[in-house]
């Protein structure tokens, strides 16, 4: 029984992955403050909610419980007591419900040492990665992983203090440690960060393997490139270092991936049947309005799909929004029947749409009945707006990590485990 736990944990890629290659585990923590993650994750993968949990509490009692932890709504910023204390009263149960479920420590700045389990056999970190992309150095986040940028994405060093605490507390540290992030962690503007990581992991006793890993070498038509560390835990075994070492350089994913690579077919995760409900619905809500910034979009973003027929083999990254250029790419339709659009942004409909949340979904490797799981556990938070709404699906999705890309990492994980032990 492999003993995990997630920070920065999301919807839960790597359980479900784990679960898809059939390895028994178990969470024993899950770490995010993302309300709309925290109740995704939960639905994702414990079903639908028993509320009898919580039934016990008043309006009053749940706000007080909740302003204990640390909560954002948007990811970004902490949630005041009198943000929590407008929510309707099933929002909070199902939110208190959620966190109990998935046994979630919430904020990582406030996660110790003395709050984890005693053996952890696996700690994955994927913290935030809007100071380190490209697009965050648009909008003045220049900070990067600088130890004293107070950023989202500096919150790798609480990774480091609660290791650093686990080790002067006498604690074993987890065997494996798994990161992931955007490849621009390895730019000459973060290396230097980077390698002060890695080597502050090498004085802890870890062998480090560093990977760039596409998507689209994992059968997900999706060119989305990530940056992967695992770290084995070897102490101060040379031997096992040497076998650490020597395994994953022999077994290099970048490179297996690459020469065994079977070209995924774009249309398996495409849903282009209108003739279903739910698809042709859920296409019309991811049509824009014709304004005439829709219309650069248009133009300037590549066509996915132009009269039902695929024009290419895959997707670009999928983001936290799709209503933007750059997008992940377009689709062109007839879906309103008219033979010519005007982007003047007096009232019509444009002619193409963007990528459907059930469709981000699946190009990050969950399956469809992951995702009418969480639309058919969604509720009305407030008058006639769902909880999980269409633009935060998508957010939840674009910061996901690729399902299949992970199924590939723990695979190799588990052997080389073995090897160790062995």
Same mark, same amino acid.
């Given at each position: ?73 948007? *990811? ?46 696996? $700690? ?36 480091? #203090?609660?290791? $650093? ?20 962690? #390895? ?53 096992? #270092? ?41 296409? $019309? ?61 007096? *009232? ?75």
């Amino acid at each position: 029984m492999l003993k995990i736990v997630e920070t920065f944990s999301g919807i839960g890629s790597q359980a479900k992955a784990l679960k898809n290659i059939g390895i028994e585990f178990e969470v024993l923590n899950t770490v995010d403050w993302d309300i709309n993650a925290i109740y995704a994750y939960d639905i994702l993968h414990n079903g639908a909610q028993d509320l009898s949990l919580v039934d016990k509490y008043t309006k009053e009692e749940l706000v007080e419980i909740l302003s204990r932890y640390s909560l954002s709504s948007n *990811g970004k910023n902490p949630m005041s007591n009198d943000s929590l204390a407008r929510m309707r009263e099933e929002t909070l149960k199902r939110l208190y419900a959620a966190i109990i479920r998935t046994k979630n420590l919430v904020n990582i700045q406030d996660v110790k040492a003395e709050d984890l389990p005693f053996e952890v056999d696996l $700690l994955t970190y994927s913290f935030p990665c809007q100071d380190l992309s490209i697009s965050g150095f648009w909008h003045g986040n220049a900070g990067g992983i600088d130890r004293n940028s107070n950023n989202r994405s500096s919150m790798l060093w609480e990774v480091e #203090r609660i290791l $650093l605490e686990l080790n002067e507390n006498g604690h074993s540290l987890p065997k494996f440690l798994l990161m992931e992030n955007v490849t621009s962690i #390895r730019s000459e503007r973060h290396i230097e960060n980077f390698d002060e990581w890695r080597n502050i992991l090498v004085d802890l006793g870890y062998e480090n393997k560093v990977y760039d890993l596409c998507a689209y070498d994992f059968g997900v038509p999706q060119m989305r490139k990530r940056t992967f560390m695992i770290s084995v835990f070897v102490g101060n075994n040379k031997q096992k #270092r040497k076998v650490a070492s020597k395994f994953l350089e022999e077994t290099n994913l970048e490179v297996h991936s690459k020469n065994n690579r079977k070209n995924p077919n774009i249309s398996d995760f495409l849903r282009l049947d209108y003739s279903i409900d739910k698809y042709k619905e859920e296409a $019309l809500i991811s049509t824009p309005n014709a304004t005439p910034s829709r219309k650069k979009i248009r133009e300037e973003n590549p066509v996915i799909v132009e009269n039902g027929k695929a024009l290419l083999d895959s997707v670009r990254t999928i983001t936290t929004k799709q209503d933007r250029h750059p997008n992940s790419g377009v689709i062109k339709h007839n879906l309103h029947g008219k033979k010519k659009v005007i982007y003047d942004g007096k *009232g019509d409909k444009a002619d193409f749409r963007y990528l459907t949340p059930r469709e981000c979904f699946l190009f990050m490797g969950f399956s469809e009945d992951d995702y009418d799981n969480l639309i058919n556990n969604n509720f009305e938070s407030r008058s006639s707006t769902n909880f999980l709404t269409k633009d935060k699906l998508i957010k939840l999705a674009g910061n996901s990590i690729v399902v299949n890309v992970l199924e590939a990492v723990f695979k190799n994980m588990a052997e080389l485990n073995k090897l160790i032990n062995d």
